[in-house]
């Protein structure tokens, strides 16, 4: 047993009824979350961590978060690209404060130990001492002292990073069904990055994941969506969920602005809505089959296609009762201004500010509010029955959580 085991916190059961139930208490439990960090973000998980054409050239890095630890990818001389944890072996300082950067060397600010760009320690300040005094003992040995390394794995420009060192090869970790959708977006083609945002969202992380992994709150929730057709659940619709339950796809094809039978309870949908101007809704048919397609990656990933939007959205841990929301909007180098132009129209529905999923970020911190005051309740998640299967071709269910939580459980082990 180890010692996290036998400091066990006293969360309280899983409610009876199993996959249909989540207890409202995994959004704010502090030792739960604690967990989480060490089990999820930190254990047999690849992370996304950014793009390389974020990186392109020796030199370059760019910080960013596995989890609620800060990390730095980096290409070095050889064009390899390493992850190092942001905080120094000396005394932890987390040196690196920078979104990207360019250098030949990272140095920390408090007592400038100086590291190259694979995360080896090359220097420390009066180590010899002054006038033979002092400094670091003679036995110091400075290859022990290097950044902690993570695994690493790419596909077709996307990095992932890992605390483990034993991790499945990344098409593996995927798996087949879920790699095919990776590929239909990440196809080999170089990618451009066309702008970012962030928010931080006072709600659990878990939250956010739950909500793209929902794709019924959509066609009520969402009046953009369902006014204009962008997505709803009256179209042809398909979720796919991968073996283990960790990750998801939801697809979707574009439907016609109109009432009819199978919308009429869809409150929010606004009959004749139009746009003063319309370019934000002139989509240019791009891709095969679906016209949407939002898949969830375990533990961090959001890869959104709406329309000609691309968007990843990486899932940062803030404490169990914020997270934030990393967006890198992106299309492809071969693309022309005008596909640029049309990419970066189409991302007004999104983002902290989207006119989608602004109903989403508030809607969250609404949810929060709620189940943090109730730990003893628990939520009712039995659309579409009580299990869940790898393939549905409609979007009314709530399968998709429950296989999230059958892994989840696996995994944190309650
Ligand atoms: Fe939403």
């Not at 000609?308 to 959205?313: V, W």
């Amino acid at each position: 047993m180890s010692s996290e085991s036998a400091s066990t916190p006293n969360w309280p059961e899983w409610p009876r009824e199993g996959l249909s139930r989540i207890p409202y208490w995994v959004y704010s439990d502090a030792a739960l979350y604690a967990r989480e960090q060490e089990r999820i973000f930190a254990g047999q998980s690849w992370n996304y961590v950014a793009l390389e054409g974020e990186i392109p050239n020796a030199g370059d890095w760019r910080r960013t978060w596995v989890g609620d630890r800060s990390v730095i990818v980096v290409r070095d001389a050889k064009n390899e690209i390493h992850v190092l944890e942001n905080r120094c072996a000396h005394r932890g300082v987390q040196f690196c404060q920078t979104h990207l950067g360019h250098g030949t060397e990272f140095m920390c600010p408090y007592h400038q130990w100086t590291y190259n760009l694979e995360g080896s320690l090359v220097g420390v300040p009066f180590r010899r001492g002054i006038q033979k005094k002092g400094g670091m003992p003679a036995e110091f040995d400075m290859k022990q002292h290097g950044l902690r390394k993570l695994s690493v794995a790419r596909r077709h420009g996307v990095i992932f990073a890992s605390f483990a060192q034993d991790m499945p090869d990344l098409g593996d970790y995927l798996t087949p069904p879920i790699l095919e959708l990776f590929d239909r977006v990440f196809d080999g083609r170089k990618l451009k990055v066309l702008g970012y945002s962030r928010q931080q969202t006072p709600a659990n992380w878990k939250l956010m994941f739950e909500n793209i992994k929902d794709p019924y709150h959509a066609s009520l929730l969402h009046v953009f969506l369902l006014s204009f057709g962008l997505n709803r659940a009256d179209a042809p619709n398909r979720i796919v969920i991968d073996p283990t339950g960790r990750h998801a796809a939801g697809m979707s094809w574009r439907a016609e602005q109109k009432r009819t039978e199978d919308n009429k309870e869809m409150r929010s949908l606004i009959e004749g809505l139009k746009l003063q101007g319309d370019s934000m809704l002139q989509p240019m048919r791009e891709y095969e089959r679906y016209t949407i397609c939002l898949m969830t990656i375990w533990p961090n990933m959001i890869v959104q296609q709406q329309s000609n939007t691309l968007a990843i959205r990486q899932l940062v841990t803030r404490g169990p009762q914020a997270f934030e929301l990393a967006w890198t909007f992106f299309g492809y180098e071969s693309d022309d201004a005008e596909m640029d132009l049309r990419r970066l129209r189409q991302a007004n529905l999104m983002g902290p500010a989207g006119f989608v999923s602004i109903d989403d970020s508030e809607v969250l911190g609404f949810t929060q509010q709620g189940v943090a005051r109730a730990p003893e309740a628990a939520g009712v998640v039995e659309m579409d029955g009580h299990g869940w299967a790898e393939e549905a071709d409609h979007a009314i269910t709530e399968s998709e959580l429950r296989a999230f939580y059958q892994a989840y459980r696996a995994i944190m082990d309650i």
